[in-house]
């Protein structure tokens, strides 16, 4: 069966649209240290072409100056190994942006990399942590042996140098993914869950826990249907559609960046190609901040992923309706 999200937001006489863009996210590439199940950028250390230039990290700095935006988010593959990173973190923090960092943990912990966090933390960039669980099992079942290890050192890593500390200003927030093709727990609970094991097990502390919908396109679309699960995975999304998260979707205030120069509505659209056009594809190459707002957001079955259950975006759950 083919579900239709435009035909049920129609159903509902609701439409999608850009307001002023808040947030610039921007995905530097495919090149991962890790291959992750789920991951619907289909990183992983072999995707070295897939990877942003100097010219186009240099257009990103240019569109902070046009742009209002009070957010960047870096994100990946992992963004940490582009070597125009530091650039645009850098770049953002003196234009007085918040600074994103969604980070695998483990890549603090690789060669060339000894004194990134100390960068992040003198940038007082917020740390988004990839942590699938509290539980060695299910975090290697999902990004690979050994991972869980690194994880939790890089963890404490963070905290020695005052992430995650209550007085520090240093915010590190963690993300859950579900291992199997269920929706989140209640978030609030789960953040509780993680705590208490984290602080009992490592001493390890944190500032949030973000609850996030594993999206069921690219990679880890193909494990479900290796599975025989993938029919399923996408009946419960639609079944469980949500319409008090339509109002906090991510996609409305955030303008999503390709290692290219493309803009998108969101990160999963960029890997479906779902790329912005106003007539013609659009980039951000000589970008007018006047024509987005009020434009249609490019919609699929996928976005059932952000709007069953409690919602999922890139800070989490969105409702608790």
């Not at 010219?55 to 940490?80: K, Q, V, Y």
């Not at 998260?245 to 303008?255: G, I, P, Q, R, S």
Request: aromatic share 10%.
């Amino acid at each position: 069966m083919v579900y239709k999200f435009f035909e049920k937001l129609q159903k509902e006489n609701i439409t999608l649209e850009k307001s002023r863009m808040d947030i610039l996210q921007v995905n530097l590439g495919k090149l991962c240290n890790l291959t992750c199940v789920h991951c619907h950028v289909e990183a992983g250390p072999t995707k070295t072409k897939e990877n942003m230039n100097k010219d186009t990290a240099e257009e990103i700095i240019h569109l902070m100056d046009r742009f209002s935006f009070s957010t960047l988010d870096l994100t990946g593959g992992a963004p940490e190994m582009n070597p125009f990173f530091r650039m645009l973190v850098s770049a953002a923090y003196q234009r007085g942006l918040h600074v994103i960092d969604r980070c695998n943990l483990t890549i603090l912990l690789e060669p060339g990399y000894e004194d990134l966090a100390d960068f992040l933390a003198e940038s007082r960039v917020e740390v988004i942590a990839s942590l699938p669980c509290y539980s060695k099992d299910n975090v290697e079942k999902q990004r690979g042996r050994g991972v869980f290890g690194k994880s939790i050192e890089a963890l404490l890593m963070l905290n020695r140098i005052g992430y995650g500390q209550e007085t520090s200003g240093l915010i590190l927030n963690l993300v859950y993914n579900p291992v199997g093709p269920h929706l989140p727990p209640a978030q609030k609970g789960l953040e509780s869950d993680f705590r208490a094991r984290l602080k009992d097990d490592f001493g390890i502390v944190f500032n949030k826990l973000y609850a996030i919908t594993n999206m069921p396109i690219t990679r880890y679309a193909k494990y479900l249907k290796a599975m025989k699960q993938y029919d399923d995975y996408v009946e419960l999304l639609y079944q469980n559609f949500n319409i008090h998260t339509l109002e906090d979707l991510m996609c409305k205030n955030m303008l999503n960046v390709g290692w290219d120069g493309k803009i998108y509505d969101c990160d999963f659209n960029q890997m479906l190609e779902m790329q912005m056009h106003n007539g013609a594809p659009m980039t951000i190459f000589g970008l007018d901040p006047d024509k987005l707002e009020g434009m249609r957001i490019l919609m699929g079955d996928h976005c059932f992923g952000c709007t069953a259950g409690a919602g999922s975006s890139c800070q989490g759950a969105l409702s608790h309706s």
